[in-house]
């Protein structure tokens, strides 16, 4: 079974440029997650989306930061602008998210490689 | 005070120790409680989970939850140079499935 697939590995931007992220969840897995990793700390939650819906986007900084889910497969997550404190590593993972809250199994999140970000 | 504390280490131990990783938390709305292992530019793996309270063993691997005392712990036995690796702790409420990490310890298994 083929992971979660992201691109690019490595981003190097200015600050006030924009960068977008691609990800591709393991097939069938309704429920989609985007965290940012800064170095030295756990993954932080930014957005969760249940097939093309957004569940949870609480911790968005919604002036730079967007993301979609189009079609409920691939998503794209982007900044624009970027500030200095943007660099992390990007990850996304996906889960079956059949949404019954009955078992964790089914709500296993599985990560892609991430996407390292630096900002200069 | 952050919902979840783990110490960073790094800790350090020859090959075939006992290792013993922690994590505290302050909300007890949480059921569900993880362990991801993260390898050095990879993304994280779920190890273990459990839920509520309790011993779960896997292997090497023995995850214990005391949520009377909002303390959760992974022991490794027999510890590998292969086990080098950095270990979150992870959270999630019963009715979210929204998970709250820890910021995670780096373990080094010396051979």
């Known amino acids: 079974e083929a992971g979660v697939a992201q691109s690019p590995r490595y981003k190097i931007i200015e600050k006030r440029q924009s960068v977008a992220f691609w990800c591709n969840p393991i097939?069938?897995?309704?429920?989609l997650y985007w965290y940012q990793q800064i170095l030295g700390q756990g993954p932080k939650l930014l957005i969760q989306?249940?097939?093309?819906?957004?569940?949870?986007d609480s911790q968005l900084p919604k002036d730079r930061f967007s993301a979609e889910r189009l079609k409920g497969v691939d998503s794209t997550l982007k900044i624009q602008p970027a500030k200095l404190e943007d660099s992390a590593v990007y990850l996304c993972?996906?889960?079956?998210?059949?949404?019954?809250?009955?078992?964790?199994?089914?709500?296993?999140?599985?990560f892609g490689p991430g996407t390292r970000l630096l900002v200069l | 005070q952050k919902e979840v504390e783990q110490d960073p280490g790094p800790l350090s131990v020859p090959e075939g120790a006992i290792v013993s990783l922690n994590c505290t938390y302050s909300?007890?709305?949480?059921?569900?409680f993880m362990w991801y292992r993260q390898y050095s530019r990879k993304g994280p793996e779920l190890l273990m989970y459990?839920?509520?309270?309790g011993n779960k063993e896997d292997g090497r691997f023995t995850a214990q939850v005391d949520k009377s005392s909002k303390y959760i712990s992974l022991f490794i036995r027999d510890s590998q140079p292969s086990d080098s690796a950095t270990y979150l702790c992870?959270?999630?409420?019963?009715?979210?499935?929204?998970?709250?990490f820890g910021s995670g310890t780096r373990l080094l298994v010396r051979p």
């Open positions: 993972a996906s889960s079956l998210g059949v949404g019954t809250g009955v078992s964790t199994l089914q709500e296993t999140q599985y």
């Open positions: 992870a959270m999630m409420r019963d009715s979210s499935y929204k998970l709250i």
């Open positions: 459990t839920y509520s309270s």
């Open positions: 909300n007890s709305a949480f059921q569900y």
């Open positions: 989306f249940q097939n093309n819906g957004v569940v949870d």
């Open positions: 097939s069938g897995h309704a429920t």
